[in-house]
């Protein structure tokens, strides 16, 4: 059963969400949080699976709680997807620096927060792979300057082709069909690279692919 945490200020659109994850048979509501400060204690007494957190919230927002919680050394198995209200939100890439697995559109399709909900649970975020690769690309030009690439030095050739392709926002079957191998084979390679580099998910993943140079903005192909 993946167990999972409703951060957001307005009771209404907590209510909806609620009303679709409990009908699941393997998703429950844990809990729900009304600001991140709440959220934040409810994580640590709870340990839910999954937290959907509002950026902006009272108390302590969403990002400051996101934070809290992928700090804690304790809560490593807890996935943040963050809820925006529109797809260009200012504060996005900067939820995933901060340990955000993803995010999503509060408008999006009830399918697609089933299974992005699921997709979290199994490490495969990031989510809206369409939608993630504009909001990366438009965000990641706006942050620091690319890290020497010395931090990608224990990466095989391989290794590094994948986490570009990764950073560009191909999933894994996309980079298998790019690299003429099988699914299993392309997730092989994308989570020994999280291990080398220490990558919380694949979306640290893809800020690491930015933040080392090996992708830069407008890389889409």
């Known amino acids: ?8 200020d307005q009771s209404l659109v907590r209510a909806g969400f609620r009303a679709l994850l409990d009908a699941q048979p393997d998703i429950e509501v844990a809990g729900e949080a009304s600001d991140g400060e709440e ?4 994580v640590r007494e709870l340990r839910p699976d999954v937290v ?8 302590l927002d969403g990002l400051a709680a996101t934070r809290g919680i992928t700090g804690d050394g304790e809560l490593g198995d807890v996935k943040v997807v963050m809820l925006t209200t529109f797809e260009l939100d200012e504060y ?9 697995s993803g995010f999503l559109v509060k408008d999006t399709e009830p399918e697609e927060l089933l299974r992005a909900v699921r997709a979290v649970v199994e490490g495969d975020a990031l989510l809206s792979p369409g939608v993630t690769r504009r909001l990366i690309a438009e965000f990641a030009a706006r942050s620091k300057e690319p890290a020497a690439e010395g931090a990608l030095a224990g990466l095989t050739e391989r290794e590094r082709e994948v986490m570009a392709l990764v950073g ?4 894994n079957e996309e980079i298998a ?7 299993l084979t392309a997730k092989t390679h994308v989570s020994r690279t999280m291990v080398k580099l220490g990558a919380r998910d694949r979306a640290q993943l893809v800020v690491l692919a930015y933040e080392s ?3 830069r903005p407008g890389w889409l192909g």
């Open 168 to 171: 560009i926002g191909l999933s």
């Open 39 to 42: 959220a934040l204690r409810m």
């Open 1 to 8: 059963m993946i167990r999972v945490l409703l951060a957001d």
């Open 213 to 215: 140079g090996l992708v």
């Open 92 to 100: 996005v890439f900067e939820a995933i620096r901060s340990g955000a």
């Open 177 to 183: 069909r790019r690299l003429v191998v099988s699914p």
């Open 52 to 59: 959907l957190m509002d950026i902006r919230m009272p108390v």
